[in-house]
């Protein structure tokens, strides 16, 4: 019983220590450096880019998306792949391992590029959701030439890249037959519902990050400083 016991007081007072630090010493040691601890712990400009990287650039104008649809069903290869999942080297091996051979391949390579988490992969396919900022760092990563920046107010987009015809109906549920009945750069309502193919797509739409946690840390820190 004696052991346990220590265990537990020793937990306890690490626990304590480790509180104490951070709502004791902390605050203290912001002050003594003049970092005010009072302001939001990001400028509006911060939140707007999540992770600055060198050259990233904000387009008020663009925004990228992906030209390929995340609910295709495509017919497969006979191959099955479980080796590195990068795009480009898979690309120039294999190419593709549906019949497919301009979709996504779906490893996530554009993912790394994005400086605002924007890029998710939903069912093998890259998408690319409201977080974007239009920087473009994306567009040049895709092997297949797949992401590209479309105007902000373009709700509604091709998402497909096939130059074929209706024979790419037997290989893709989604694809593009280019029957041109629509006008790819100024889609209406209309042209999306008689698409024949179903292949234009809305924007995925996802809050923004705002880093609630963050500034929540900051906001118990300002108030523990405030009462000393």
């Known amino acids: 019983m004696i052991v346990p016991l220590l265990v537990f007081l020793l937990i306890i007072s690490a626990v304590s220590l480790a509180i104490w630090t951070i709502f004791g010493f902390l605050p203290d040691y912001l002050k003594d450096r003049n970092i005010n601890v009072t302001q939001d712990i990001l400028s509006h400009d911060e939140k707007d880019i999540v992770f600055s990287r060198e050259n990233a650039v904000i387009s008020k104008d663009l925004r990228a998306v992906v030209r390929c649809n995340p609910e295709r069903k495509v017919t497969k290869r006979g191959f099955f792949y479980d080796d590195i999942q990068d795009c480009r080297l898979f690309k120039e091996i294999y190419e593709s391992v549906s019949d497919c051979t301009c979709g996504c391949i779906g490893f996530g390579s554009c993912i790394n590029y994005c400086p605002q988490d924007a890029i ?105 400083s405030t009462k000393n």
């Open 120 to 224: 998710t992969i939903k069912n093998g396919t890259a998408v690319i959701n409201s977080n974007c900022s239009g920087c473009g760092q994306c567009v040049d990563i895709c092997p297949n030439g797949l992401i590209t920046l479309i105007p902000k107010e373009q709700t509604h987009y091709v998402a497909c890249a096939t130059t074929g015809g209706e024979h790419m109906k037997e290989i893709c549920s989604t694809a593009c037959v280019n029957c041109e009945n629509c006008q790819k750069n100024s889609l209406t309502e209309k042209d999306i519902q008689n698409c024949p193919a179903e292949c234009i797509v809305a924007d995925e739409k996802k809050p923004s990050k705002d880093f609630k946690f963050w500034q929540l840390c900051y906001n118990i820190l300002t108030a523990q």
